[in-house]
């Protein structure tokens, strides 16, 4: 036998009376030293006092002792602390050892749980909650989400208002800036000259745009973001006076902002920065019927500093007071007075509507995040009292061999936090490579989060390691500390199975696990379903094999004849391109955002109803129809001559036919579209325009060769349709309309199909989440029912022994363990139902027509639960039937 | 009473304390007792310093204590060398005896210093 180490000794010397101590040893001396005195023929007193007088100073030399065995014991504590520790480790981790497959799930699912939240709140917390980079106190910012401001009655509020807030003006516009030999289509933050010193912005390199900077005489200035500066300018800094081409007009550089400003904008973050003066000496040519100065044009969102003092609503009461005493300041329409909406966190404050969406969708990921945390939570109980009611017995055991309890409880606590800390770590990692891809998400049409700086911090290690412990402890230590609490007789003669509370809590876990996983089941039936609908839905028009690329003639400053010129030009050589079938160009295109509106009567026919006197239109040349392969029904379509005829013409489709023809012939009829006369020449199919599931819908094509001057000059959208030989059509076609004419940057270049299958992005996206996690917390559940039927299975071993000594059919003991776990199955699996049921009306829009109450995907959802449940418990159940039962009567 | 009255040395008291214990567990008053008729009364040298000594070396795991009976029957705590004690009293046994024969050569020199 190993021999006992010294220390061990002092440890069992724990808690003693130190002073009390001290002061019997002082007398013992006092005492001996007294009587030795008093041998020697001293008297008594005389020899107390000797012996005092020897000693010396007794109230000291007891102070110095008391301290110097208090401090000895603390140190024989703290080491008897660790030493325990360190033996409670090794016996967790052995005994961790003996289980992997426990300690392999229970780590996996928290980790997944955890850090798939972590991951989540990360980003919400870096887009919605957490304060904008670069911004001075953004608590006292206050953004007027409506309306939108003329700039002159921007300048009026702005001095009316003084005394509340300081106000100041921005807008998002498209820019191209060109450097050197390329142009490029970049996000321009058009700011009123008091923008950065109302945020309290410095620019890191030269300035930031300043008052003077505003004015119609004042040179254009222009700010850089960091990542332009980095990128286009290789973070030179020299950079600082150079004149670049904002939009074709010369602008100098005066500053670069610090990395990670992007003003209040939520996501996207602006490339460069001008005035209102600066932008609108070079906007496009679109806007050249505008005036700075008229107040019909409300188009900048006003955002403020409030002064000490005030409140937000002390801003709302300043504006309307301002809209009544001048209507016209707010005013595009005379009759109505609008009333300011002031948004007053900053949180909120920051990307305006746009914004609320991408947060609200944020929320939704959250959302789901944390389910999954639930299902991970509720796994991981289960598993940790399966575990703690195994162990009832091996605790029972120990207590009943004078294990000490309180030793006990520390061991398990050991256990657990050790689990805890494992998890915690895992939970990390999981956040780690979660925030990585978060950040390296784009998602069309909502942005890409690669410009927030993502990360792990101590607030999230913190959060992840309590989360673990939190649930470790508390399902953990329960069953712990009913076993030790309990008969020690009782939970060895029994294995610790009589737990009726601990039992009941097991059946309401499985049970809100079946329902959950039945829930996300069938949610992910219902959008595979609607997803397979939307799939199957003919849009009208063949997105295969063609490139779109937009160009913005207007902010190359081009005024009609020119940009008549460029787009023929263009299209002869876009023509050339080998392997190219068709080339169009038009100012929309089929699921793409927006509509254009028109007035419509029909001439020869009564006033329209009102629902019909508006009709969608779209401008196309001579090719579209063939570049989408949209097939003609009637008449003819557009050709190459059709500018030349002196009355203009128009194509509709059969919704519109059907509509306006009334039976008869719509070709040859006269339309007046936007107060101009057009002549129908062919009816075409009909095209789903702008969701898959929407009804046909009257659409009107107008000829773009007669309607450059109206739609040439805003954006127009290239299309190339090839035979498919080219991989890299969308690039090419780009570089062609480059070479062609280098002051025109082409933007938003793609595949058509590609477009088109974002189109039902959201739909995939869902059925992807929801996919995922069913698929997990489907996995889980078939755990908890197997496990749930082992243990009744284990529990009532000697009943069904008894039964099977006494002649029963094995079948009717495998139908009594079926039946004792689908009861609860099918609990869970109605739950489960209905609260999809009720949950999925949310999301109706996003289902393509398939109810929520979908007979394939609730039968679906909730057999395959079923199905798999039975076949879970079979096993055990087989195993019970089988057993020997006389062995097992015998065993107790 | 003699005159010669020795300063002990820091840390030669822990010494002459593990050097008492050798032999077999006393208590402190025995100890004092010891020291008084080893060193013929000549270390004159407060008795209640004793213990705050005992109880460092007792921190020091040295010396371990428990608690007994006197020989007149009263309860006494007696102090006994540690296996670590033991081999601290040689160490220190060893270094004392090399620093006093040190000190005497030093002392009994007769050759002066020579010039250079």
């Given at each position: 036998m190993k021999r006992e180490p010294m220390w061990r000794r002092y440890v069992r010397?724990?808690?003693?009376?130190h002073a009390a101590d001290v002061d019997e040893e002082v007398a013992f001396h006092l005492d001996e030293r007294a009587a030795e005195l008093r041998a020697a023929g001293l008297s008594a007193d005389a020899a107390r006092r000797e012996a005092l007088e020897r000693f010396g100073d007794t109230l000291r030399y007891r102070r110095e002792c008391v301290a110097i065995d208090r401090s000895r014991a603390r140190h024989e504590r703290a080491l008897e602390w660790w030493l325990t520790t360190w033996r409670d480790t090794r016996v967790a981790l052995r005994q961790y050892r003996r289980s992997p497959w426990f300690v392999f799930g229970s780590v996996t699912t928290l980790a997944l749980g955890i850090g798939a939240t972590l991951a989540m709140y990360r980003l919400v917390d870096a887009v919605v909650l957490r304060p904008l980079p670069?911004?001075?106190?953004?608590?006292e910012l206050v953004h007027v989400a409506k309306p939108g401001m003329a700039y002159p009655s921007f300048r009026d509020v702005r001095e009316a208002t003084r005394a509340t807030a300081h106000l100041a003006a921005y807008s998002y516009r498209p820019v191209t800036l060109r450097y050197g030999e390329e142009t490029t289509r970049l996000t321009a933050?058009?700011?009123?000259?008091?923008y950065f010193s109302v945020l309290g912005s410095l620019a890191a390199l030269g300035r930031p745009l300043v008052?003077?900077?505003?004015?119609?005489?004042a040179p254009r200035a222009v700010v850089l973001s960091h990542v332009l500066w980095k990128t286009r300018?290789?973070?030179?800094?020299?950079?600082?006076?150079r004149v670049v081409s904002v939009n074709g007009s010369p602008a100098t550089i005066v500053g670069v902002m610090a990395?990670?400003?992007?003003?209040?904008?939520?996501t996207a973050v602006p490339n460069l920065w001008l005035t209102v003066h600066g932008w609108f000496s070079a906007a496009?040519?679109?806007?050249?019927?505008?005036?700075?100065?008229?107040?019909?044009?409300?188009w900048l969102v006003m955002l403020g500093r409030l002064q000490p003092g005030q409140s937000p609503s002390n801003l709302v009461a300043a504006l309307k007071a301002q809209s009544i005493r001048n209507?016209?300041?707010?005013?595009?329409?005379?009759?109505a007075i609008l009333e300011p909406v002031v948004i007053s966190s900053v949180a909120a404050a920051s990307g305006g509507a746009g914004g609320a969406r991408t947060r609200s969708f944020l929320w939704v990921l959250l959302a789901t995040a944390a389910l999954v945390l639930l299902l991970a939570w509720v796994n991981v109980a289960s598993l940790l009292i399966a575990r703690g009611m195994q162990r009832e017995r091996e605790i029972g055991v120990r207590l009943a061999l004078g294990a000490d309890r309180k030793r006990l409880m520390r061991q398990l606590l050991t256990e657990t936090a050790l689990l805890a800390l494992f998890a915690g770590a895992a939970s990390l990692a999981t956040a780690y490579v979660g925030t990585r891809l978060l950040g390296s998400v784009t998602i069309p049409g909502w942005g890409?989060?690669?410009?927030l700086s993502l990360g792990v911090g101590l607030g999230s290690a913190g959060v992840a390691v309590s989360f673990a412990l939190g649930t470790s402890l508390l399902f953990g230590l329960m069953p712990a500390l009913r076993a030790t609490r309990r008969d020690v007789v009782a939970a060895i003669t029994h294995g610790g199975f009589r737990a009726p509370r601990s039992a009941r809590m097991r059946d309401a876990l499985l049970v809100s696990q079946v329902s959950l996983t039945v829930a996300l089941l069938i949610g992910a039936a219902l959008f595979a379903r609607g997803l397979q609908r939307a799939l199957a839905?003919?849009?009208?028009?063949d997105p295969s094999h063609v490139a779109v690329t937009t160009v913005d003639l207007g902010i190359a400053r081009y005024d009609s004849s020119r940009a008549r010129t460029y787009l023929d030009g263009a299209l002869e050589r876009l023509r050339a391109?080998?392997?190219?079938?068709a080339v169009a160009w038009a100012d929309a295109l089929p699921l793409f955002n927006g509509e254009n509106i028109e007035s419509l009567s029909i001439i020869g026919e009564p006033p329209l109803l009102d629902d019909q006197r508006f009709v969608e239109i779209a401008a196309v040349s001579h090719g579209y129809f063939e570049a989408l392969r949209i097939?003609?029904?009637l008449g003819r379509v557009f050709n190459e001559?059709?500018?030349?005829?002196?009355a203009g013409v128009v194509v509709v489709n059969e919704a519109f036919a059907q509509q306006h023809g009334k039976g008869k012939d719509i070709v040859g009829r006269q339309l007046e579209v936007g107060g101009s006369t057009l002549t129908v020449i062919g009816v075409v199919r009909d095209v789903?325009?702008?969701?898959?599931?929407e009804q046909p819908r009257p659409f009107v094509y107008l000829p773009m060769a007669r309607s450059v001057s109206r739609a040439g000059l805003w954006p127009v959208i290239a299309l190339v349709r090839t035979d498919?030989?080219?991989?890299?059509l969308p690039a090419l076609v780009d570089a062609t309309l480059r070479d062609f004419a280098p002051d025109v940057a082409p933007f938003d270049r793609q595949w058509l199909g590609d477009h088109y299958a974002n189109a039902l992005l959201p739909q995939r996206l869902s059925l992807l989440l929801l996919g995922v996690c069913s698929l997990l917390a489907f996995a889980i559940a078939l755990v908890g029912i197997y496990s749930l039927a082992s243990f009744f299975v284990v529990t009532h071993r000697r009943e069904l022994a008894l039964r099977l000594a006494l002649g029963a059919q094995p079948q009717s003991v495998v139908r009594q363990v079926l039946g004792h776990g689908l009861v609860r199955v099918g609990i869970g699996v109605v739950a489960g139902s209905i609260a999809v049921v009720a949950g999925m009306r949310a999301a109706r829009a996003l289902l393509?027509?398939?109810?929520?109450?979908d007979p394939w995907a609730l039968v679906a959802g909730a057999g395959l639960v079923l199905v798999a449940a039975m076949l879970a418990a079979l096993v055990p159940a087989r195993m019970a039937a089988r057993m020997d039962a006389m062995h097992t009567l015998r065993q107790d | 009473m003699p005159d010669t009255n020795v300063v002990l040395l820091q840390g030669t008291l822990d010494v002459m304390i593990l050097k008492a214990l050798s032999w077999r567990p006393l208590h402190g008053y025995a100890v004092t007792r010891w020291l008084q008729q080893v060193s013929d009364d000549a270390l004159?040298?407060?008795?209640?310093?004793?213990y705050p000594a005992l109880h460092r070396l007792e921190k020091r795991g040295w010396v371990m204590s428990e608690w007994g009976t006197s020989e007149n029957n009263r309860r006494a705590k007696y102090y006994s060398l540690t296996p670590s004690g033991r081999r601290r009293l040689r160490s220190e046994a060893t270094s004392w005896e090399r620093f006093a024969g040190i000190v005497a050569k030093v002392l009994a020199a007769t050759a002066q210093p020579q010039p250079r």
């Open positions: 010397l724990r808690g003693p009376d670069g911004v001075l106190r953004p608590q933050h058009v700011v009123s000259g008091n008052e003077s900077d505003d004015a119609a005489a300018f290789q973070s030179d800094s020299a950079v600082i006076g990395a990670g400003f992007r003003g209040t904008s939520l496009p040519t679109y806007f050249s019927r505008l005036d700075l100065q008229t107040r019909d044009w409300g209507r016209e300041l707010f005013m595009q329409r005379k009759n890409s989060f690669r410009d839905i003919d849009p009208g028009f391109i080998p392997g190219v079938t097939a003609p029904k001559s059709d500018h030349l005829t002196k789903k325009y702008h969701r898959l599931d498919g030989r080219h991989k890299e393509y027509g398939v109810e929520p109450t | 004159r040298v407060e008795e209640g310093s004793l």
